[in-house]
């Protein structure tokens, strides 16, 4: 399903025209505790975004921001149960790469995530690291080509499930490199188990769930999936040096119901920058692997959007099937 871009922003901008008056809604807000609905569980990276973002806003902002785990079905219950709460910026959702993904797929949902949900303020993204089990004979991006194409359909590749960023950003790969591998979904954490078991030879892991395998010696690093090499692994190059164009990362950020007023996403936008500036804040951040995101509404706005078309593309020509 292709958004075109424009459309993606008109239908922002509508969802964030205000409800209240400007001045009084801006400054009451927020009047209550405010509740982070993520939808993968604690300990992953979107409850860990969840907590900190929310424990530094709580601080800026005088209310308490309560964590709400609404995990299951790759987080379409979370943003489900935003997308249908009051649009008073008292309910946020944490966004992630994969309502992107989900959004590509055309999904038939409760809810349109473009329609309902208002970008606020992008957080953070994190590479994707492409690692192989030990037994591979391969210790760089090229080698591994070779020895994939020595054994077509032979060398199995992980995934935390069809359609998921592990996924596309392994498909990705393929289509980029020529290779051909044989996909092999998990449930989710279950794929860095599967690896680490050489159970499949190769697995797209987001870098902060692998640093720990990737330093003990259980899995290799070929390389980062970002631009640039990630601070967290430097000695690792990033996949476009083999692969000229190739960029992928799993990023997340802040949205808020359909009509949530203007001026509280605005307010929610800049302190979130301004926490994203702090270099305490930064420091906890570039812990788990990853870069900050500063922008405005309409940046994150349009980062998703762009997301939405490239992962339409790879779905469409890997042909990829949701299950």
């Given at each position: ?16 025209l ?14 209550r ?72 797929f ?13 970008p ?48 596309v ?13 044989y ?22 892991g ?76 930064l ?41």
């Amino acid at each position: 399903m292709k958004l075109p871009r424009r459309r993606l922003l008109s239908v922002a901008a509508a969802g964030a025209l205000p409800l209240l008056p400007r001045r009084v809604t801006a400054q009451a807000y927020p009047s209550r505790p405010v509740h982070v609905v993520e939808g993968f569980g604690a300990g992953g990276a979107p409850d860990i975004i969840a907590r900190l973002s929310g424990e530094w806003l709580g601080e800026r902002l005088g209310r308490p921001f309560i964590i709400e785990n609404r995990s299951g079905a790759a987080g379409k219950i979370a943003t489900e149960l935003v997308a249908r709460s009051a649009p008073d910026g008292h309910t946020l959702l944490v966004i992630t790469a994969v309502n992107a993904i989900d959004t590509a797929f055309g999904y038939k949902l409760g809810y349109d995530f473009v329609r309902d949900i208002v970008p606020v303020a992008s957080i953070y993204d994190v590479p994707y690291v492409m690692e192989v089990h030990p037994s591979v004979p391969a210790n760089t991006v090229a080698e591994f080509v070779a020895f994939a194409k020595a054994n077509p359909g032979k060398v199995n590749m992980g995934s935390a499930g069809t359609g998921t960023g592990t996924h596309v950003t392994a498909e990705l790969f393929k289509m980029m490199s020529g290779v051909d591998l044989y996909h092999v979904p998990y449930r989710g954490a279950q794929a860095i188990q599967g690896i680490v078991a050489g159970q499949v030879q190769v697995y797209f892991g987001v870098v902060s769930s692998s640093l720990g395998h990737i330093k003990g010696g259980r899995l290799r690093a070929l390389a980062v999936t970002t631009a640039n090499r990630s601070p967290a692994l430097p000695e690792v190059p990033a996949l476009n040096e083999f692969l000229p164009g190739y960029e992928a990362s799993s990023w997340y950020g802040l949205g808020a119901p359909r009509g949530t007023p203007t001026e509280i996403v605005g307010k929610l936008n800049r302190e979130v920058n301004a926490i994203l500036a702090d270099p305490k804040a930064l420091a906890r951040l570039e812990d788990q692997g990853g870069r900050v995101l500063p922008g405005s509404p309409t940046d994150f706005t349009q980062l998703i959007g762009a997301e939405i078309e490239k992962w339409g593309k790879v779905i469409r020509t890997a042909n990829i099937r949701p299950e």
